[in-house]
């Protein structure tokens, strides 16, 4: 089994800042990419940003610059640096990890089960 608990999510004003962090665990063999995204009342789940085992990046066109997305691999944990926070960016924040659970397993991704994130105006 594969667990993944996220927290740091919280209620902001605009222009603050909150961190996120969601952490692996149980029986994992490596982790390739993990990822943020976000999902707003009546809209469709969207990428934020994304980071690959090596460490390159990739961000939402709307997130770039105030975001930052980090990894600590020896502790299978995600980070989500969110600054400069507008109302625009008040959704549910869910981290996904894709990983193998053993040599000759296959990549499967796996979600967080999603903290709240409200910044008020």
């Known amino acids: 089994q594969v667990q993944l608990v996220e927290s740091g999510g919280g209620l902001v004003q605009a222009g603050g800042s909150l961190r996120l962090s969601c952490a692996a665990s149980g029986s994992i063999f490596s982790i390739n990419n993990m990822g943020w995204y976000r999902q707003a009342p009546g809209k469709q789940r969207e990428l934020v940003a994304t980071?690959?085992?090596?460490?390159?990046?990739n961000y939402a066109d709307s997130v770039k610059g105030r975001f930052t997305i980090s990894r600590d691999n020896a502790k299978n944990t995600v980070y989500l640096q969110m600054n400069s926070l507008k109302p625009e960016d008040t959704a549910v924040y869910y981290c996904?990890?894709?990983?193998?659970?053993?040599?000759?397993?296959?990549?499967?991704?796996?979600w967080g089960q999603g903290t709240q994130v409200t910044v008020s105006s």
């Open positions: 980071i690959i085992r090596g460490g390159s990046t």
């Open positions: 996904k990890v894709e990983l193998i659970q053993g040599v000759m397993g296959r990549w499967t991704g796996y």
